[in-house]
C-alpha cells in the first residue's frame, strides 16, 4: 500500500505523478492525437499530455472521486479537455456517448492513490492520523470501511486480508476484530489500525496494518474488478496504434496488467524466427512493449515511487 510522505493532517493538493516521463513518452503522443487519463487524481499526466498536443488534440480525463473532480475544474481551464466523473470501467459507456470509441491514441492508468486523499484523514485511507474510516474513492455511493467491517463475517474478512493484502496473519486479524465489535464498533482509522498491531508484528518501515488497509480498500471500491474491466474495455476504445500504459503499485494489481497483456499479445518467435503455436491465446489484438521501474533518482526524491511498475502495451 502507498504511503504518504507527509504526516500532516491536513489536507493538500501537492502530488508528484509516478514515473511521469516515461508514461508520457510511453503514449508516443501526436499533437493532434486523443488520449485518455482515466485516473486524473490532482491532473499530472494531464497536463504532461496536454504540454505535448496541439490546438485539435484532447484528453478525456476520468476520476470518480468528487474532489478530483472539484479541483480540476478549479485548475484547469483548458478547452481541450473534457472531464467525466466516472469511474475508468465505465470507459466504453462515456466514450460511445462522445462517439470516440475506437479514436483513441492512447490510454494511461495510474492505480496508485494520489497524496491529497492519503493526507486528508477525512477519507479514511491512512492510519498516519486520525479519521472515519470511510476508504471509499467515490464517497456518494457504497459501503464505508467501517459499515463493511460491521455487517462481514470473520471468514469474509480474512479471505480479504489473505487475498487482497497478501496479510498472513488473516484469521487472527479478522477474529480480534469481530472479537472487538462484540462490544464496540470500529470507527475510525486509528482503532482499526491500533488493534490490528495488538496481533501484528512490525515489518521494515512497514506498519503491522498497512496490508490489511490495502485489502479493505480494495474491497470498498471493488479495484481488481473495476481494473479488469477497465482493461478490456481499453483494447475497444483504442485506434490501430494507440498506446496502453499503466502504472501499478503493488503485485496484485501488476500481476493482472501483465496477465491482460500477455493473454491478448502476438505469439513471441522462436529462434529460428518460427512462430511459437498458440495455446488457447485470443487472436493478437495487443504487442507487448515491455515494463518499466523508476529510477534510483526518483525513489529518493520520492519514496512513493519505489514500488511501481509501468508497463506499455500497442493496439495491433
Not at 252 to 280: A, N
Request: proline share 3%; glycine share 6%.
Amino acid at each position: 500500500m502507498l504511503q504518504s510522505k507527509s504526516d500532516s493532517t491536513t489536507t493538500s493538493n501537492h502530488h508528484s505523478s509516478v514515473m511521469f516521463s516515461e508514461s508520457i513518452e510511453g503514449l508516443n503522443i501526436r499533437s493532434d492525437g486523443i488520449y485518455v487519463d482515466a485516473t486524473f487524481g490532482r491532473g499530472g499526466h494531464t497536463k504532461g499530455i496536454l504540454d505535448c498536443l496541439g490546438e485539435f488534440g484532447r484528453v478525456i480525463a476520468f476520476d470518480q472521486d468528487i474532489d478530483a473532480v472539484n479541483y480540476a475544474k478549479s485548475n484547469f481551464n483548458d478547452s481541450r479537455l473534457i472531464l467525466l466523473h466516472a469511474n475508468f470501467s465505465k470507459l466504453v459507456d462515456e466514450l460511445d456517448s462522445l462517439n470516440l470509441t475506437g479514436e483513441i491514441d492512447g490510454v494511461l492508468m495510474d492505480l496508485g492513490i494520489s497524496s491529497p486523499q492519503l493526507d486528508n484523514a477525512d477519507r479514511g485511507f491512512s492510519f498516519n492520523s486520525d479519521g472515519p474510516l470511510d476508504m471509499r474513492m467515490n464517497q456518494t455511493q457504497g459501503l464505508t470501511a467501517a459499515e463493511w467491517l460491521k455487517q462481514t463475517s470473520v471468514s469474509e474478512i480474512a479471505d480479504a486480508l489473505y487475498l487482497y493484502g497478501e496479510e498472513k496473519r488473516s484469521r487472527i486479524i479478522a477474529a480480534t476484530i469481530k472479537k472487538y465489535q462484540q462490544n464496540k464498533n470500529i470507527n475510525s482509522t486509528t482503532e482499526l489500525a491500533n488493534l490490528i498491531a495488538t496481533v501484528v508484528r512490525p515489518g521494515k518501515n512497514k506498519h503491522p496494518a498497512t496490508r490489511s488497509f490495502q485489502a479493505i480498500r480494495i474491497v470498498i471500491n471493488d479495484e481488481l474488478k473495476q481494473l479488469t474491466s477497465a482493461l478490456e474495455q481499453s483494447i475497444n476504445i483504442l485506434a490501430p496504434k494507440g498506446r496502453l500504459c499503466v502504472i501499478s503499485f503493488h503485485s496484485i494489481e501488476d500481476r493482472i496488467v501483465k496477465q491482460f497483456i500477455r493473454k491478448h499479445s502476438r505469439p513471441k518467435e522462436t529462434p529460428r524466427g518460427l512462430p511459437v503455436i498458440s495455446q488457447g491465446r485470443d487472436e493478437c489484438l495487443l504487442n507487448d512493449l515491455g515494463k518499466l521501474k523508476p529510477t534510483k533518482n526518483e525513489i529518493e526524491i520520492n519514496r512513493r515511487s519505489r514500488s511501481a511498475i509501468l508497463r506499455l502495451a500497442e493496439k495491433c
